[in-house]
């Protein structure tokens, strides 16, 4: 149990093992269940769902985009300076929420990105942006993005009563909008303009900037998001607190050990390698296509997340990825079309189900006080490694062909998952059941 939430009442205390269990399980009767869809929530929820729309595109259209004037080794460029700015500037992200509130960060780091997309849209109208407009634009970007990223995984128990209904809801909306965003990059760049594509992107950033200035949080919420510049701690303070609460938990730093080793050779150089050899194989259009149906395997794995809360939410998350791995597989085997989507899908929804078992006891195993900064921690772990995957995705072409690299891929994660099962720290972190669900 967090910090954040009341200890049980009298009644709650005096429950029978069996109903305990069953609760646990998540086959409580769903009376006592709080409403979801109160405004704070919607709004929260409108927001991400809508900047994750946009986002979406972003991959299709770099690949595609930038892809035809830049090639494999542009677009892992263009990546990777994306992803390495924000794990460089993630932690501080992770101190300024909680010093000035996440909401406020969030919002400031959606209207920096209307500009950043704003001004690539006019790029690419007007010609063939240069490449050290991308890279610039990336970069901003991705300092965006470590501003935002932080204070919305600390947003989901202030907005939220049961967080794990909330991860799973966010996460099939997050697929919706995977599933939608690639097809209709694809086809806004086959109709129109990769401009296009740009412009709709930084159109999200606007509508996600007004949501999240709307929400209002319950007063103690509120109150507590200044503790820090209250406390007129130092900044590097605040980072070695963090610091102290993220190595306290062997079961959070071990995982994102494992994540940093799937950064670099699953996660990284997955998109700018499949991307070529589908799009070679069998057209651009089929690359959109396999994107937009490793977002129905994300719904799939989003509402299995919605229906079962397992006792060790780790461990079946472990068991779930362990199909991920059907996806660099069936790539690197220059599968069919319906072997394809297939792999895709079992690959989305293996990491839906992952994602949210890993949010929840994130969120529910961290102190409120110090959540945006573990979480800023996590965050910069976890993906520093797709960062030098991307950039070494072109490179390690001189060494082996895409196949090949491929396959490393597909047997990396199997390893990957053998070690999340024999660290018992991971294997046996138990769910915490919140008081609402109780």
């Known amino acids: 149990m967090t910090s954040s939430q009341t200890p049980p009442r009298k009644q709650h205390q005096k429950q029978q093992p069996e109903q305990q269990r069953k609760q646990a399980c998540g086959s409580g009767p769903a009376a006592v269940r709080p409403p979801l869809w109160d ?21 299709v ?11 494999i080794s542009g677009v892992g460029l263009v990546l990777g300076t994306w992803t390495g700015t924000f794990v460089v500037l993630v932690l501080f992200g992770g101190v300024l929420a909680d010093r000035f509130g996440a909401r406020r960060m969030m919002v400031g780091a959606d209207l920096v990105r209307v500009v ?9 109208f007007t010609g063939t942006p240069p490449f ?98 209250e406390k007129g701690s130092s900044l590097r ?23 940093m080793v799937y950064g670099v050779l699953v996660f990284g150089p997955l998109v700018p390698l499949s991307s070529a050899l589908v799009g070679a194989r069998l057209g651009p259009d089929t690359y959109g296509l396999a994107v937009s149906f490793l977002g129905v395997g994300t719904v799939v794995g989003g509402l299995l997340a919605l229906r079962v809360r397992p006792v060790r939410p780790l461990a079946a998350g ?45 969120q529910t195993h961290t102190p409120a006080a110090v959540l945006n900064r573990v979480s800023a921690y996590e965050l910069a772990g976890s993906v520093s490694g797709i960062a030098i995957g991307q950039i070494l995705a072109g490179p390690a072409l001189a060494l082996a062909a895409p196949e090949r690299l491929l ?32």
């Open 132 to 229: 050290w407009l991308l890279v610039s634009m990336a970069a901003v970007g991705g300092a965006a993005v470590a501003m935002f990223l932080p204070g919305m995984n600390g947003m989901v128990p202030l907005v939220a009563r049961e967080p794990q209904r909330a991860n799973a809801t966010l996460k099939v909306a997050d697929a919706l909008a995977h599933l939608l965003g690639p097809a209709v990059a694809g086809l806004l760049i086959a109709l129109t303009h990769a401009g296009t594509v740009y412009a709709v992107d930084a159109g999200t950033f606007v509508l996600s900037a007004l949501c999240l200035a709307f929400i209002r949080l319950a007063p103690g919420a509120a109150n507590s998001v200044n503790s820090l510049a």
């Open 237 to 259: 303070g605040d980072l070695r607190q963090g610091w102290r609460e993220f190595r306290a938990r062997t079961w959070m730093w071990a995982v994102i050990l494992i994540w």
């Open 318 to 362: 472990a068991g779930a990825m362990a199909l991920y791995t059907v996806l660099p597989l069936c790539v690197a085997l220059d599968a069919g079309l319906p072997v394809l989507l297939t792999g895709h899908v079992l690959g989305g929804g293996a990491m839906a189900f992952w994602s949210v078992m890993w949010a929840t006891s994130v």
């Open 407 to 438: 396959l490393v891929s597909a047997g990396v994660c199997l390893m990957g998952c053998a070690a999340l099962f024999a660290i018992p720290a991971i294997r046996g972190l138990r769910r915490v059941v919140s008081v609402e669900s109780a």
């Open 39 to 59: 405004r704070p929530f919607t709004l929260f929820f409108a927001a991400r769902t809508v900047s994750q729309f946009g986002d979406a595109m972003m991959p």
């Open 116 to 124: 950043t997309q704003g001004v690539l849209a006019v790029a690419f």
């Open 61 to 71: 259209a770099a690949a595609l985009a930038v892809g035809a004037v830049y090639g």
